[in-house]
């Protein structure tokens, strides 16, 4: 299983990116976008788990970021507007199969792309 991530870049607070993940292999009950800014843990930002509920966000990007997928292209997006300064990280995108109780953890996910940079500016 190989997940492609790409997308990132610098851009000014206020505006829009969106990421996209690109997969192959397996499929995976959960795909997931993970955060992680330079001194600070991993973040969950999403996950899209149709089998356990639908779309997750983490509290800091809900109403913000869009996490969706296109099955027959076996990829995976990040929608990301109004962004913040806070918002930049390395994003990471995800695929497992985790439990309901994992589908906000890093742990519940066995595959992971190399992660793309996103820089917001003030």
């Known amino acids: 299983v190989q997940l492609q991530a790409s997308g990132g870049g610098l851009v000014q607070a206020g505006n829009s990116l969106r990421l996209t993940c690109v997969g192959s292999?397996?499929?995976?009950?959960?795909y997931g976008w993970f955060r992680q800014a330079p001194g600070k843990a991993r973040e969950f930002v999403a996950a899209?788990?149709?089998?356990?509920?639908?779309?997750y966000y983490g509290d800091s990007v809900k109403g913000r970021f869009t996490i969706s997928r296109d099955n027959a292209k076996n990829t995976l997006y990040l929608e990301m507007n109004s962004l913040k300064p806070e918002d930049t990280a390395v994003y990471y995108c995800a695929a497992g199969n985790p439990i309901l109780t994992y589908v906000r953890a890093s742990e519940g996910y066995s595959a992971w792309g190399q992660g793309t940079l996103v820089t917001v500016s003030s």
């Open positions: 899209l788990c149709p089998s356990c509920g639908g779309k």
């Open positions: 292999g397996r499929t995976f009950r959960s």
